[in-house]
Nanobody
Framework: QVQLVESGGRLVQPGVSLRLSCTAS????????MAWFRQAPGKERDFVAA????????DYADSVKGRFTISRDNAEKTIYLQMNNLKPEDTAVYYC??????????????????WGQGTLVTVSS
C-alpha cells in the first residue's frame, strides 16, 4: 500500500558524487525499515544499504562502505543514498525498497514487499 519513486540517477565521471532520493506515498513510512539495492546489466540485484526506522542504524555492502551513506527524512517520507567517489563498478539501476518491519533484516532477505521503479546511475569517463 506504499509506493516508492526514485530519482537522481544520471551519467557521471569516476570520482564524482551523486545523491539519490526515494520518496514514499501512501501507507506508512516512519515505522518501516528502508533499503537500496542495485542491479547491473546481466547481474543479480545486490544489496547496497539499509536504514532502520527509528534508531538510525545503517548497514552497508562491503563494496560501498566508506563511500556511500544512507539516510532518511521521515517528515518528507524520503530516503537518500549519498554516493561519493563513484567508480565504474557502481554503474547499475538503483532500486529503493520498503520492508514491513522497522528493523534491518539479514542481507540475504529478498522478500521485499515494495520496490521502486529504479533510477539509472552510469559511471564512465
Amino acid at each position: 500500500q506504499v509506493q516508492l519513486v526514485e530519482s537522481g540517477g544520471r551519467l557521471v565521471q569516476p570520482g564524482v558524487s551523486l545523491r539519490l532520493s526515494c520518496t514514499a506515498s501512501g501507507g506508512t513510512f516512519s515505522n518501516t525499515a528502508m533499503a537500496w539495492f542495485r542491479q547491473a546489466p546481466g547481474k543479480e540485484r545486490d544489496f547496497v544499504a539499509a536504514v532502520a526506522a527509528y534508531v538510525g542504524r545503517a548497514d552497508y555492502a562491503d563494496s560501498v562502505k566508506g563511500r556511500f551513506t544512507i539516510s532518511r527524512d521521515n517528515a518528507e517520507k524520503t530516503i537518500y543514498l549519498q554516493m561519493n567517489n563513484l567508480k565504474p563498478e557502481d554503474t547499475a539501476v538503483y532500486y529503493c525498497a520498503a520492508y514491513n518491519f522497522p528493523f534491518i533484516p539479514s542481507r540475504s532477505y529478498r522478500n521485499v514487499p515494495v520496490w521502486g521503479q529504479g533510477t539509472l546511475v552510469t559511471v564512465s569517463s
